[in-house]
Nanobody, 119 residues
Framework: QVQLVESGGGSVRAGESLRLSCAAAGLPLNDYQLGWYRRRPGKARELVAR????????ILLDAVKGRFTVSRDNAKNALYLEMNNLNLDDTAEYYC????????????WGRGTQVTVSS
C-alpha cells in the first residue's frame, strides 16, 4: 500500500514562491507517471501537472504554465512542485498521486499540503 506525504505548503504573499515535496513509502515510484493535484476552495480537485517516467515536466493547467514546474527524484522516491509567482487563485490544498486525468487509477490520497496566497 502506497503512503503519500505532501509537505512544503504555507502562507505566502502574491508573487512569492514555494516548493512542495511528496514523499512516498511502500512502492518505488520510478515506473509511474506522477502528478500534482490541487483542490481550491469550493472547487473540485484538478490535475495540475505531471512528471512522466523520464522526469519531464508537463503542465496541464494553462493558469500555471510558465510558473510551475514538476520534477522527480526516483532515488529518493520523491516528487516536487516548484511554484513561482504565486497568485491568489493558487490558494488550494495540494496533493500528489499517480497522474490520472480521469481520476480512475489512483493510490490512497495523502493529507495534502495547504498553500495560501494573500495580497
Amino acid at each position: 500500500q502506497v503512503q503519500l506525504v505532501e509537505s512544503g505548503g504555507g502562507s505566502v504573499r502574491a508573487g512569492e514562491s514555494l516548493r512542495l515535496s511528496c514523499a512516498a513509502a511502500g512502492l518505488p515510484l520510478n515506473d509511474y507517471q506522477l502528478g500534482w493535484y490541487r483542490r481550491r476552495p469550493g472547487k473540485a480537485r484538478e490535475l495540475v501537472a505531471r512528471a512522466n517516467i523520464r522526469g519531464e515536466s508537463i503542465i496541464l493547467l494553462d493558469a500555471v504554465k510558465g510558473r510551475f514546474t514538476v520534477s522527480r527524484d526516483n532515488a529518493k522516491n520523491a516528487l516536487y512542485l516548484e511554484m513561482n509567482n504565486l497568485n491568489l487563485d493558487d490558494t488550494a490544498e495540494y496533493y500528489c498521486n499517480r497522474a490520472s486525468p480521469f481520476f480512475d487509477i489512483l493510490w490512497p490520497w495523502g493529507r495534502g499540503t495547504q498553500v495560501t496566497v494573500s495580497s
